[in-house]
Nanobody, 121 residues
Framework: QVQLVESGGGLVQPGGSLRLSCAAS????????MAWYRQAPGKQRELVAI???????NYADSVKGRFTISRDNAKNTVYLQMNSLKREDTAVYYC???????????????WGQGTQVTVSS
């Protein structure tokens, strides 16, 4: 069984920073793209940032220059460094990854359980 577990969410003041982590565990053969999504109340889930195994990165326009995605392939972990946070960044942040397990030839898309980020004074 493959799992994604996020950590690092919380309450932060506008202008502050947070770092989210997402660790994949289980019988993993290979991890391809890893990404962060978010969903604010009453809104659809949206892509925040995505990083391929080879290092290609894309960001949502709303977070460019403020957020940085990175990954440690040896630890099966992806990070999201969030700086200059704004109230509109408040959302549940979800980790997402395409993972090939040890017992499946095809990669499967997995989601984490989500972690709350609240930006408020």
């Amino acid at each position: 069984q493959v799992q994604l577990v996020e950590s690092g969410g919380g309450l932060v003041q506008p202008g502050g920073s947070l770092r989210l982590s997402c660790a994949a565990s289980g019988s993993i053969f290979s991890i391809y793209a890893m990404a962060w999504y978010r969903q604010a109340p009453g809104k659809q889930r949206e892509l925040v940032a995505i990083m391929t195994r080879g290092g290609s990165i894309n960001y949502a326009d709303s977070v460019k220059g403020r957020f940085t995605i990175s990954r440690d392939n040896a630890k099966n972990t992806v990070y999201l460094q969030m700086n200059s946070l704004k109230r509109e960044d408040t959302a549940v942040y979800y980790c997402n990854a395409d993972i090939q397990s040890a017992w499946n030839k095809e990669a499967v898309n997995y989601w984490g359980q989500g972690t709350q980020v609240t930006v408020s004074s």
